[in-house]
Nanobody, 127 residues
Framework: QVQLAESGGGLVQPGGSLRLSCTAS????????IGWFRQAPGKERESVAA????????YYVDSVKGRFTLSRDNAKNTVYLQMNSLLPEDTAVYYC????????????????????WGQGTQVTVSS
């Protein structure tokens, strides 16, 4: 099993930046695909990005391409989501999630396929 904890959320003005971290405890962090999801009030949870076990595959939803960058440091058991040029529509609770298996194109965007979740961190983009 793996336990996940997000950090780095907060209030930022439009156009600003934040870096979210997802830190894992437990064994074999490098065995897990990590995904980031977000949920805004009144909306369904949506996939934002995902990264394969050794960073050779990275997925981004179209709305964040060119603005968000996902990376991981397996030695530190941490995945980073660098968010630049933030927009009010990026406001949401951001969650990281993990599953232990190979990269699967359809699975990485499907929240129901991730058994392990963090508690979430709030990101608010507002002037």
């Amino acid at each position: 099993q793996v336990q996940l904890a997000e950090s780095g959320g907060g209030l930022v003005q439009p156009g600003g930046s934040l870096r979210l971290s997802c830190t894992a405890s437990g064994r074999s962090f490098s065995s897990y695909v990590i995904g980031w999801f977000r949920q805004a009030p009144g909306k369904e949870r949506e996939s934002v990005a995902a990264i394969s076990r050794n960073s050779d595959y990275i997925y981004y939803v179209d709305s964040v391409k060119g603005r968000f960058t996902l990376s991981r440091d397996n030695a530190k058991n941490t995945v980073y989501l660098q968010m630049n040029s933030l927009l009010p529509e990026d406001t949401a609770v951001y969650y990281c999630a993990a599953y232990a298996n190979t990269w699967q194109v359809g699975r990485v965007k499907d929240a129901s396929r991730y058994p392990y979740w963090g508690q979430g961190t709030q990101v608010t983009v507002s002037s």
